[in-house]
């Protein structure tokens, strides 16, 4: 499955729009990860356990976003954004959301090869 942020591939054409395509995670932080990330902020440096749960949060979205995809039939999913967000009354969860547009493509030189 293609995924990209652009609305075209290069060499390739779109020759049918499914639909808009999405997926979501929702990671909750827990007391121990806020305790060391606190510490972090003070010290400086970058909090490696927050960096890691954006990163599988991306995954999780991404990867649902390409599962309604596929059932959907498609080979590709143009004009990708992603969102991140804080939830919860204090901000103690993440959400990263994903979407898309569903499509099928193929080669652009695929239909004269057909010849």
Same mark, same amino acid.
């Given at each position: 499955m293609i995924v990209v942020t652009t609305n075209e =591939?290069? #060499?390739? *054409?779109v020759v049918k729009y499914i639909g808009i395509v999405t997926g979501e995670a929702i990671i909750g932080a827990n007391i121990v990860k806020d305790f060391?990330?606190?510490?972090?902020?003070? @010290?400086?440096g970058r909090s490696g356990s927050y960096e890691e749960g954006?990163?599988?949060?991306? !995954?999780?979205?991404?990867?649902?976003?390409?599962?309604?995809a596929a059932r959907l039939g498609a +080979? &590709? @999913? =143009?004009? @990708? !954004?992603? !969102?991140?967000?804080?939830?919860?009354? +204090? #901000?103690?969860? =993440?959400m990263v959301s994903s979407s898309g547009t569903a499509v099928?493509?193929?080669? *652009? &030189? &695929?239909p004269e090869q057909a010849r």
């Open positions: =591939l290069e #060499g390739k *054409r060391f990330a606190g510490i972090r902020d003070i @010290v400086g954006l990163r599988e949060a991306k !995954d999780i979205a991404l990867r649902e976003m390409q599962e309604q +080979n &590709a @999913v =143009l004009g @990708v !954004d992603l !969102d991140y967000e804080t939830l919860g009354s +204090n #901000g103690s969860m =993440l099928i493509v193929e080669d *652009r &030189a &695929a």
